[in-house]
């Protein structure tokens, strides 16, 4: 049966973009190498924070149908890949992904049929990586069969922008295939805004990313020195942002996590090292965050230390392992690294997160909380807030826990309560 589209990929981007295009009217169809995924979809289950079962069940209605078999694509209008983009061992781009999405496109690929890229990448991935492949099929792009790239910009959690309402960014291997892009994508989103090229769209994603990336580093690197001169740098954030021009607010916390901000900067940072040069603000800004775990522990040894206790045998209690607020999402989350630092010196390390039942870093489970939260709390020496679920309540945390480190600067600094 003939499919307006093909989503590669059902995770975080593909299934928010497979349901969009399906509350549409679009003939959607989703593939993905995990026989779990599209079983549980078959189900009408959702696998993603974003989605729950009732929408999964919608799509399933509309004629959605999820499959592991790439011969879904012979027959579609479109096909976007929407598979993850990680680092390597050695921190550069793990493209296999990508390389194999379009290699089963290749195998199937039709005269006329759109192809979009929207897995980050670096800038030159869609002409360079992704049109090869493609053109083995023995068709040539912007001739035979459009090619475009177009970022995604999912915001896991994020109430208020999805699908739809978020600018959608395009730019074609030729100016065709970017009029083709912005057609399709036209029929299920509000805007979209045309880039001069296939490599303007895969930089902007990357600058959108790197932005954040670096002012995050500033303040984390200045909550740093702050802390040493006594300053709140809470209080000076939030006078900061008073300020109704030129300024926007970004805080401080134990690190980056995401399937972003860890990521793509590097991204963008191999390019350029092509090029024989370092690209040194990005460099900088992953040291500075990479750092940020280690330092909220050394925090939490000093309350501990003020206290008259060592972390070695300490019980500590971490609110929140999330990369996120709201959500189940681990990736790159910067617990990790907290838990793995706390181990390293001795502690006895769990964990409450109610978004999260069971957790391991490393192969080795972290202990979650047993018990009603309060109780939790007094049972350990140090608790520390890492994500700041709407489900907390600051001021019961405040009361049960014996010493708080909070790294989202929510809580009231008192003598046993201390922000990052």
């Known amino acids: 049966m003939r499919s307006d589209l093909v989503v590669i990929g059902l995770g975080y981007v593909g299934l928010p973009l497979a349901l969009e295009a399906c509350r549409s009217g679009m003939a959607v169809a989703g593939l993905d190498r995990d026989a779990r995924t599209v079983a549980r979809l078959g189900e009408g289950r959702s696998h993603i924070d974003d989605i729950d079962d009732e929408a999964v069940a919608s799509m399933g209605a509309a004629g959605f149908t999820a499959t592991t078999d790439e011969r879904v694509i012979a027959d579609a209008a479109a096909v976007v890949v929407c598979v993850p983009t990680p680092l390597s061992e050695h921190g550069g781009p793990d493209l296999a992904m990508v390389e194999d999405a379009c290699a089963v496109i290749s195998r199937h690929l039709r005269p006329g049929t759109l192809v979009v890229l929207e897995s980050t990448t670096y800038p030159g991935t869609t002409d360079e990586v992704v049109r090869p492949i493609l053109e083995r099929s023995g068709l040539k792009a912007g001739t035979d069969f459009h090619l475009a790239f177009s970022p995604e910009r999912v915001d896991p959690g994020n109430r208020d922008y999805g699908i739809r309402n978020t600018p959608k960014v395009v730019g074609g291997y030729t100016p065709a295939c970017t009029a083709a892009a912005a057609a399709f994508y036209g029929k299920f989103v509000d805007q979209v805004v045309q880039a001069a090229g296939t490599r303007e769209a895969e930089m902007a994603k990357l600058i959108e990313n790197t932005y954040r990336h670096v002012n995050i580093a500033l303040v984390n690197e200045m909550a740093v020195f702050s802390h040493e001169l006594g300053i709140d740098l809470w209080d ?106 706390l181990r390293a010196l001795g502690a006895e390390v769990s964990f409450h997160d109610p978004y999260v039942p069971a957790w391991e870093v490393d192969g080795i489970p972290v202990p979650a909380a047993t018990g009603a939260l309060p109780e939790t709390l007094e049972r350990a020496d140090v608790a520390i807030l890492l994500q700041q679920h709407r489900a907390y309540d600051l001021h019961e945390i405040e009361r049960h826990a014996p010493l708080l480190l909070d790294t989202r600067g929510s809580a009231r600094p008192q003598a046993h309560v201390e922000r990052l």
């Open 236 to 341: 000076a954030i939030s006078c900061a942002a008073t300020k109704p021009f030129g300024f926007q607010a970004f805080r401080p916390g134990p690190g980056v996590g995401g399937h972003c901000i860890p990521i793509d900067p590097n991204y963008l940072a191999h390019k350029v090292r092509t090029l024989g040069y370092p690209f040194r603000m990005v460099e900088l800004a992953q040291e500075i965050n990479t750092r940020m775990p280690r330092y909220v522990v050394e925090r939490a040894q000093q309350l501990l230390d003020r206290a008259g206790k060592t972390l070695g045998g300490a019980r500590v209690l971490l609110l929140g392992v999330t990369y996120k607020a709201d959500i189940a999402d681990q990736r790159e989350t910067s617990a990790r690294h907290v838990v793995r630092r």
